[in-house]
T-cell receptor, first 115, second 114 residues
């Protein structure tokens, strides 16, 4: 049973297009994240949602807009795609950190290529 | 200076070798230190987690944190070909803003040759 799933797994598109990536978790977690991993494997957080509410928004262009319809889903919509957006995007989920660390579970990633 | 520094390797060792992976960091607010393993074309998975300073052992894996030196290590004993993966260190602080905000190193690619 997949814990954190993402669709699509691969996405190839032209510059200027708008695309969405979907994420779902069946772990009952309250917190979900989007990360970007560039070609050098550097993994950086983009957004974090707790109970459908945005709690982290790192310095990400406003062409990227996350949407959380419910606790189990966090989608990422990207407008006007640019070459530099090519990367692997990972969704993750965890319980809220509170006073201790809670493990983040990662999805399999969506490999986005912008031509 | 980046918040977390990690030598990207690649690191190639023979099967059975002891592997040492390291990260240094600059933010003294970090309290939680993690090692994630990422196989090719997969998402990272948590391998070890340590709170504050000290050692933690789990089978063939040992994580060490030295907060005074701002230095963390992961040791793999009796390395196996199945250990071939990219190992990412990650850290977070209890306070300082965002819940669960993990800062990752760039990852070290390890290859264990049979």
């Amino acid at each position: 049973d997949t814990a954190v799933s993402q669709t699509p797994k691969y996405l190839v598109t032209q510059m200027g297009n708008d695309k969405s990536i979907k994420c779902e978790q069946n772990l009952g977690h309250d917190t979900m994240y989007w990360y970007k991993q560039d070609s050098k494997k550097f993994l950086k957080i983009m957004f974090s949602y707790n109970n459908k509410e945005l709690i982290i928004n790192e310095t990400v262009p406003n062409r990227f807009s996350p949407k959380s319809p419910d606790k189990a889903h966090l989608n990422l919509h990207i407008n006007s795609l640019e070459l530099g957006d090519s990367a692997v995007y990972f969704c993750a989920s965890s319980q809220p950190s509170g006073s201790s660390y809670n493990e983040q579970f990662f999805g399999p990633g969506t490999r986005l290529t912008v031509l | 200076q980046k918040e977390v520094e990690q030598d990207p390797g690649p690191l190639s060792v023979p099967e059975g070798a002891i592997v040492s992976l390291n990260c240094t960091y600059s933010n003294s607010a970090f309290q939680y230190f993690m090692w994630y393993r990422q196989y090719s074309r997969k998402g990272p998975e948590l391998l070890m987690y340590t709170y504050s300073s000290g050692n933690k052992e789990d089978g063939r894996f040992t994580a060490q944190v030295d907060k005074s030196s701002k230095y963390i290590s992961l040791f793999i004993r009796d390395s196996q070909p199945s250990d071939s993966a990219t190992y990412l260190c990650a850290m977070s602080s209890l306070y300082g803003g965002s819940q669960g905000n993990l800062i990752f190193g760039k990852g070290t690619k390890l290859s264990v040759k049979p």
